[in-house]
């Protein structure tokens, strides 16, 4: 078949390659070319460990404190508050204990096939080197905190993925940039990260166009589906396609909408800074936990990132969030230099139950929705193209594609 992918972040490449593997041909469609959106910046993680939703009692209990705070680990603009009215009241319907449930358990089925699913990906296009083992560390400001995290911990247990409780002297002999704010651990040791998010999606592109995929440069507008499927461009030329997948981030909502979905599809803007290698002196990703923020060692250097802004698409970054991050993370790492560095925005695409929209559109199952990974697209990413390339061979996957489907909101 003649598959057109609307957009060319890590979503749109990993599915070119497991449509290319089943013999299709596919032409992607983007103004910007390979991986330029939230894929070009984000932190590197295979977060395969982290299966909890957004909107959780966590969220709720840790609100007040993060929206009196305009710099704080979430934030809202006031003046987007009247946009994202819809979006938080299907947050609120998220957070009932049952879709919480729900929510855990779809996550859980992606992410636990997410790192299989790259190590196929990767090995397939000879790019395996790019992920790194050095497993994940969680670090908490105390033993209450930690021992908070109880429930977390066993449920990421039921689905399988190990982990190890450190105190303070354990975390400072794995760690030992890590100061006195520093005082309780979980390591994952299956946990890994991508050597340089950017590189790699580059990479997977210029691997699928020499594999036969082609590059068209421009912005879908519309797709149209009357008679003959095809993606209408800006400049008004139109892509005749057999099927249709639309994977362009944070920018679907409007196509989705076309094709008859209402998807409560927002923007979770994110932050970060990167410094020279080795500049924080950590050997592995970490989390610290309630900060709202994470380092990663990448090949490119040392990167320190999070936030969560409410802005929408439009609004011009705020690198105070940058500083506010790094005054935290100082306290964490007293010895690191934390001047200067690259600054950088990303839009993350965000769905108010943390589920990603993975499968047919209402109107015209020939069009396959592939967006709204959030704070996960990286890791989810290899999962969701072997979900996608069999939903256009109508075949079953492992990860059934149910809980992922646009229509679970409802009509447009
Ligand atoms: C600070 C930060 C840290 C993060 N850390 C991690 C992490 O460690 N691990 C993880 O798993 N995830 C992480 N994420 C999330 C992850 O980056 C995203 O979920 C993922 O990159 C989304 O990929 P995508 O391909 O769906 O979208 P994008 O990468 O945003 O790509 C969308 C593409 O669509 C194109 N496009 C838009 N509109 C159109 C149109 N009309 N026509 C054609 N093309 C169009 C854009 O140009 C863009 O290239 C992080 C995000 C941020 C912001």
Known sequence: MRIVIIGAGVVGVAAA???????HSVTFVDPAGFGEGASKGNAGWIAHMDVMPLASPKAWRNLPRWLVDPLGPLAIRPGYLPRLAPWFLRFALASRPARIRASIEAIGALNCAALPAW???LTAVGEQGRLRPSGILSVFGSERALAAAAPVLATQE?????HERLDRARLAALEPALGEAAQAGVLYPTGCHVDDPFGLATALGEAALARGARLTRGEA??????GSLGVR???GDTLPADRVVLAAGAWSRGLALQAGDAVPLDTERGYNVTFAPGALGLSRPVMFEGEG???SPLSGGDRVGGAVEFAGLAAAPNYARVDAILSRLARFLPEADLAGGTRWMGFRPSIPDSLPVIGPARRDARILYAFGHGHHGLTQAAVTAEILAALVAERAHAVSAKPFSAQRFGRS
């Open 293 to 295: 923020f994470v380092t």
């Open 221 to 226: 507008v519309a797709i149209s589906t009357a």
């Open 119 to 121: 190590h196929r990906l």
């Open 158 to 162: 039921r689905f399988g993925i190990p």
């Open 233 to 235: 461009l800006a400049g």
């Open 17 to 23: 390659h497991a449509l290319l593997a089943e013999g």
